[in-house]
Nanobody, 126 residues
């Protein structure tokens, strides 16, 4: 059974930074692609960033490119999303997700992910 637990969300002023963590149990991140998504009230769940199975490739939505950075610690089986220069429009619940197929690439389509965390709230005040 795969479990994902996000943490690190909170309230921050515009221009500030947060680092989200996604800890996995039941399956190592190594060998499986993962992604971060976010969902604002009344909106669909949108792709934020993704990492392929080896961690060698990351991709970002244009809205966060240059501000957000994905990384992972295989020893801790944890993936991090460093978020800098936060804007009020970044306010949302952030979810991490993992694909079940091994050695896959990430995808911006939420339907491509099989396991999801419970989400962590990020609120950016102006």
């Amino acid at each position: 059974q795969v479990q994902l637990v996000e943490s690190g969300g909170g309230l921050v002023q515009a221009g500030g930074s947060l680092r989200l963590s996604c800890a996995a149990s039941g399956r190592p991140f190594s060998g499986y692609a993962m992604g971060w998504f976010r969902q604002a009230p009344g909106k669909e769940r949108d792709f934020v960033a993704g990492m392929n199975w080896s961690g060698s490739t990351t991709n970002y939505d244009d809205s966060v490119k240059g501000r957000f950075t994905l990384s992972k610690d295989n020893a801790k089986n944890t993936v991090f999303l460093q978020m800098n220069s936060l804007k009020p429009e970044d306010t949302a619940v952030y979810y991490c997700a993992v694909r079940s197929r091994r050695f896959s690439s990430s995808t911006s389509d939420a339907r491509g992910y099989d396991y999801w965390g419970q989400g962590t709230q990020v609120t950016v005040s102006s």
